[in-house]
């Protein structure tokens, strides 16, 4: 038999030698399935194998509903405690800017009292804020509109 197949390897080209490989191990397999089948059938008819054997797949079911369980409760932890951190982290970021905010505030307003102690000291008349000019304009106007609608 192996002088036969040294032959055919040496005379048959390459693509019909893989070929014959391909039919040879499709064939090996199969035989050896249908073994394996015929042998675990005749273990099923037996009666007290084939109750030991749902069990023991039950069980093995159950195993693997609990282990699949175990492993989604673990990795939803693992989710939880990554946006946990995300948010720790965008607190303490929010907290550093709004402490920034507030400090550059306290500066301003120093400014703001520094530098109105200079003009009261220079003796020059404090300018006064636009808005204070618009509600004054406004407050004339609407006097004004008062007379008018009082004459009429």
Same mark, same amino acid.
């Given at each position: ?7 055919? +390897?040496?005379?048959? *080209?390459? *693509?019909?030698?893989?070929? =014959? &490989?391909?039919?040879? $191990?499709?064939? &090996?397999? =199969? ?6 089948? %015929? &042998?675990? @059938?005749?273990? =099923?008819?037996?009666? %007290? /194998? ?15 509903? #609990?282990?699949?369980? +175990? ?9 939880? #405690? #990554? =946006?946990?951190?995300?948010?720790? $982290? @965008? ?7 709004? @402490? ?6 306290? &500066? ?7 530098? $109105? ?5 220079? $003796?020059?008349?404090? *300018?006064? /804020? *636009?808005?204070? /000019? ?12 008062? +007379? ?5």
């Amino acid at each position: 038999m192996r002088w036969l197949r040294e032959f055919l +390897k040496k005379t048959l *080209p390459t *693509p019909i030698v893989n070929w =014959l &490989r391909r039919w040879m $191990g499709t064939a &090996r397999y =199969l035989r050896f399935m249908s073994y394996e089948v %015929s &042998r675990r @059938q005749s273990r =099923l008819e037996t009666g %007290s /194998h084939l109750e030991t054997l749902e069990s023991r797949l039950a069980a093995r079911r159950d195993g693997f509903y #609990q282990q699949m369980a +175990k492993e989604v409760v673990e990795r939803t932890d693992l989710v939880l #405690q #990554q =946006l946990d951190r995300k948010v720790e $982290g @965008q607190g303490a970021r929010h907290a550093e800017r709004l @402490q920034a905010l507030e400090e550059e505030l306290a &500066r301003l307003r120093v400014a703001v009292e520094e530098l $109105g102690a200079v003009i009261q000291r220079s $003796g020059a008349p404090a *300018p006064e /804020h *636009p808005a204070t /000019h618009a509600r004054e304009r406004s407050g004339r106007r609407s006097a004004e509109r008062r +007379k008018l609608a009082a004459s009429d």
